[in-house]
């Protein structure tokens, strides 16, 4: 059996009616050093924003941090990027203590699972060897690969183009569900053994079609685990069954939605257009964090980061919710950013 870091599934989750007016700042105060504290959200859902956090040397980049933030059992903190150094683990200080995955230097995806007291990430890959682009890997922490997967001969793809992965999870009995969102939309499900069993969903906007499914989760908030899909360009949320039938719309009106992380009954969504939105169990939205109000830098690539104010987000496309709640969101621009949201207990 897969047992499952509920804080690290990759999806995202939505609102209905996200355009409700949250500030998303509050007061100031000053942090330990007794400089301005930087805080987004509200109430419970307050944060202090370290922008400075996982900085790397001078003269060096992200390289677009086009992909996912993640969590090993140690509290390491692991963010994919578009550059050769692949997937940087840091420690919980923000230290980046070496790199894992450098023959892969485009995860999209990663999802932490443990099995048999042994920790894996699930991943998606663009940019591998020439041979390699688009592949789903199944590594360990130390970014040792110990299953790959291509186009599956059965889906019946004309071309090589047409399978462009963008979300790896398992499911509770091994299973594994990956999305064709940069192609199809389709969802294909594999057996614990990389065997293909089937797709499901098609591309389009009508209820039980997707439209880019960007992120995946399994959501375990319910009476059955279920499969959360990012339906992207259709700005919502959706849940199938682990049979791949449509259950229903959680919410819409979300701004591009791209990966989610849970905590307990809440999760955690990133917004391409520049927001973090906090839903509650029943995915009605509870704060806003990192809102951008100017709609100019919304997914726009060619920003520099420095251009972009430390309490906001431009493109949000990774995040991770921990233990103790702090939040860690990768900015998707020209040469990235992670920002951690530590917390505040007010």
């Known amino acids: 059996m897969t047992k499952f870091n509920r804080r690290a599934f990759m999806s995202v989750a939505g609102i ?44 060096t980049n992200f390289g677009g941090t086009h992909g996912a933030v993640a969590q090993d059992n140690a509290g390491h903190i692991y963010v994919s990027t ?9 420690n919980s200080g923000g230290s980046l203590i070496r790199t894992i995955a450098n023959a892969y230097p485009e995860v999209h995806s990663m999802v932490h699972a443990e099995e048999h007291g042994e920790e894996f990430f699930y991943a998606t890959v663009q940019k591998g060897t020439p041979a390699e682009n688009w ?21 019946g793809f ?29 969802i294909f499900r594999f057996d614990r053994d990389g065997n293909y069993r089937g797709s499901f969903a098609e591309k389009g906007n009508r209820e039980g079609q997707l439209d880019c499914s960007h992120g995946l989760a399994v959501d375990v908030r319910y009476r059955q685990p279920l499969l959360m899909v990012c339906d992207r360009e259709n700005r919502r949320l959706c849940h199938f069954d682990l049979d791949g039938k449509y259950v229903g719309t959680v919410t819409q009106h979300l701004r591009r939605p791209c990966q989610v992380s849970f905590s307990g009954d809440y999760a955690v969504v990133s917004e391409l257009e520049g927001r973090v939105t906090v839903l509650d169990r029943n995915n009605v ?16 690539y060619e920003l520099d980061p ?7 987000f431009s493109a949000a496309h ?11 969101v990768s900015d ?8 951690k949201l530590a917390r505040r207990r007010i």
């Open 332 to 339: 998707w621009n020209r040469t990235g950013r992670v920002t």
């Open 158 to 186: 004309k071309t090589p183009n047409e399978w462009r992965l963008t979300a790896a999870v398992p499911a509770p009995d091994g299973s594994i569900f990956i999305a064709n969102g940069y192609g199809d939309s389709r």
């Open 306 to 312: 420095h251009d972009i104010k430390a309490d906001l």
């Open 16 to 59: 209905a009616g996200a355009e409700t007016a949250f500030s998303p700042l509050v007061p100031a105060r000053t942090n330990r050093s007794g400089a301005p504290a930087i805080l987004t959200g509200n109430g419970e859902w307050t944060y202090e924003a370290a922008p400075d956090w996982g900085s790397l040397p001078s003269g």
């Open 82 to 90: 578009q550059s050769s150094t692949g997937v940087l683990v840091y």
């Open 318 to 328: 990774g995040c991770f919710i921990d233990s103790d709640r702090n939040i860690f």
């Open 285 to 300: 939205p509870i704060a806003f964090l990192g809102d951008n109000p100017q709609a100019t830098q919304w997914a726009n």
């Open 135 to 155: 592949l789903f890997i199944k590594m360990k922490t130390d970014g040792t690969v110990v299953m790959k997967i291509t186009a599956p001969r059965e889906a």
